[in-house]
């Protein structure tokens, strides 16, 4: 990264921003928090309303064409009125929902009574008489309670009787047995009408609703950018020093180092003023732009979920992402799981062309690399292969725990020789030979035992060079690993390093054996389902019937669909979430991984 300071006149603040806007590769220095500015808050703010807004239409969305013309809102007023719009149409709509609800519990309260003329009561009450509306148990509505009152049997609804009781005006004839009932105020086909004509308008709402999502999407969509870039700009104008009574202005920015003669020139051709300045990024967070090729930079969102690495730090990316392609095989223990998760991404990837496909690449990678870690250890839809326990073969099922924990030892390794590299770069080469001499040692004392322990001869001269190199790494490892301090203190720092070495070396590698364990886990759960699925199938030679086996067949499938799918599942996440610990505890504390990075946001129109 260069870093460049500006000094603009005041009147030419406005246009200056434009340009550097227009250029979109200054990445500006911010120094002044946005929180306590009101117009920047409400920006913020309307943004936020407009992600709930989109939340609440997404359950009328529905596929549409690419138009391929960019939709464009002339100001912010009509940003505005269209969210207003949309409101009133959600509000509309929910409206009919809640009349919809009383009008479902209105006909369900009348339903009993049946049709019936409303005006009814009016001329009964005419002539002096009314009716009391009751309900009462089927089993308590007698012939004797029938003789007794003067009643009319109306409906039995849910062993309930309702009844009606014609009395005078001025006579009370108290039924305490029975329940009362508020008098229908209207006849339930009345309500069963408007029900539906409430339904109705509630449908056509819901289509209209469908087919303007398309456009209001992205309406929504680009009037979200246009505040996005009102936001942004608003919050580089602050970032500026205000100097000789706020008649110059100051501004810095990082640019990157292969666009900045473009930029250079560019700026040159405006007559700005500008000056690249040096910077300290011990003290100053330089914004960092990861660089990395096509199979690399899909696993730039593994190094984005623990932290950026800050502007002294190596970007590890491509150091981590072969050892979580093959953790994450190794952890789904499964090839045909893997083809599964390979040919969905390939298909997802096909069918959404263009845009940023980096994740739907980080899929097909692990799914492939799980696909071909599942064939080297032998299984697949919780089949074992025939090589998968044949002793002469070097995956075999009883050789993956050891495998893992020497995979392990590998990553952790090169993590100190990682560390020992970011040492030297920051501080001077001197102070990294202690770190290559702790990595030279642990693999030269390595090989002296652990090879013969394989049955595997070293030649003679070769021990002696890795007991030479053993020896040599010792003595810089004890000696010298604070250049310049007192040897004594140096002797006292290895024998504590010597001790952090033992102790760290051995609880970090035994965490590497989970990769065998959940791989062996995941591949136990296939062989058991099918194992079920296959005992629903009548015995050959049984004499079983066609209906039999048709019916054996169908549970057998759905014991395999169901019980594969929960172990897929079960798969995923573990083989996500233990190589990311692998990754983020154990390689990143051997590695001295700092972190801490800000990405590199440029300024610039969306």
């Not at 008489?129 to 012939?143: G, I, R």
């Not at 590497?512 to 194992?531: C, D, E, H, W």
Request: hydrophobic share 45%.
């Amino acid at each position: 990264m260069n870093k460049y300071a500006f000094l603009v006149f005041h009147r030419d603040y406005e246009g200056f921003l434009l340009r550097l806007r227009e250029l979109g590769v200054v990445h500006v220095r911010e120094q002044v928090s946005t929180k306590e500015v009101e117009e920047l808050q409400a920006l913020q703010a309307e943004r936020m309303h407009l992600v709930a807004l989109r939340k609440e239409l997404r359950p009328y969305e529905v596929p549409a064409a690419e138009s391929g013309q960019p939709v464009q809102l002339p100001t912010e007023v009509d940003g505005r009125a269209l969210v207003s719009h949309i409101e009133e149409e959600l509000e509309a709509r929910r409206r009919l929902v809640e009349r919809i609800t009383a009008l479902k519990a209105e006909a369900d309260e009348v339903r009993p009574w049946g049709v019936f003329d409303e005006g009814t009561f009016t001329r009964l009450e005419e002539v002096g008489y009314t009716l009391d509306f009751y309900a009462l148990p089927v089993s308590q509505f007698t012939e004797s309670f029938r003789a007794t009152h003067d009643v009319v049997p109306i409906e039995v609804v849910s062993g309930r009787q309702y009844f009606v009781l014609l009395r005078a005006l001025d006579a009370k004839v108290p039924l305490p047995e029975a329940e009362a009932i508020r008098r229908p105020q209207r006849s339930v086909d009345r309500v069963e009408q408007e029900l539906a004509e409430a339904q109705t308008a509630l449908d056509q709402a819901t289509d209209q609703l469908r087919a303007s999502f398309p456009e209001w999407q992205a309406q929504l969509q680009a009037y979200d950018t246009d505040l996005e870039n009102h936001l942004t700009f608003g919050t580089v104008r602050l970032q500026a020093d205000r100097l000789a009574d706020e008649r110059l202005l100051l501004l810095e920015g990082f640019v990157p180092t292969d666009h900045a003669k473009a930029f250079e020139e560019e700026l040159s051709k405006g007559g700005y003023y500008f000056k690249q300045v040096d910077f300290d990024p011990e003290t100053e967070r330089v914004p960092i732009q990861l660089k990395n090729n096509a199979f690399t930079k899909c696993f730039e969102f593994i190094t984005g979920l623990f932290s950026l690495p800050n502007y002294q730090e190596l970007d590890q990316t491509v150091l981590i992402a072969p050892f979580f392609m093959l953790f994450f095989g190794m952890c789904f223990g499964d090839a045909g799981y893997g083809l599964i998760l390979f040919s969905v991404a390939t298909f997802v990837r096909l069918k959404k062309r263009g845009g940023d496909n980096s994740i739907v690449g980080l899929i097909q990678w692990l799914g492939g690399g799980a696909f071909v870690v599942g064939l080297l250890m032998g299984g697949i839809f919780g089949i074992e292969l025939p090589w998968a326990h044949n002793k002469d073969y070097l995956f075999n099922q009883d050789n993956l725990m050891t495998i893992s924990v020497v995979i392990g030892l590998v990553q952790i390794l090169l993590g100190k020789a990682v560390g020992a590299y970011k040492t030297g770069k920051q501080k001077g080469w001197k102070h990294s030979l202690a770190g290559y001499a702790w990595v030279l040692l642990l693999i030269a004392v390595g090989l002296i035992y652990a090879l013969p322990m394989m049955q595997f001869t070293l030649p003679e001269p070769v021990t002696y060079i890795l007991y030479g190199v053993a020896g040599l790494s010792v003595l810089v490892a004890f000696l010298y690993n604070s250049p310049g301090k007192n040897p004594f203190f140096n002797i006292g720092a290895g024998l504590w390093k010597s001790y952090e070495t033992a102790s760290g070396l051995l609880g970090d590698s035994l965490s590497y054996i989970r990769l065998f364990a959940i791989g062996l886990t995941g591949g136990i759960l296939g062989s058991v389902f099918n194992q079920l699925a296959m005992s629903c199938l009548p015995a050959s030679g049984s004499g079983a019937s066609v209906g039999s086996y048709i019916v054996g067949w169908i549970l057998a499938l759905i014991i395999l669909v169901f019980g594969h799918g929960i172990n897929f599942g079960i798969a995923m996440i573990g083989a996500f979430v233990h190589p990311l610990r692998l990754t983020f505890v154990e390689y990143y504390k051997n590695s001295e991984f700092e972190g801490g990075g800000k990405p590199y946001t440029p300024f610039k129109r969306k």
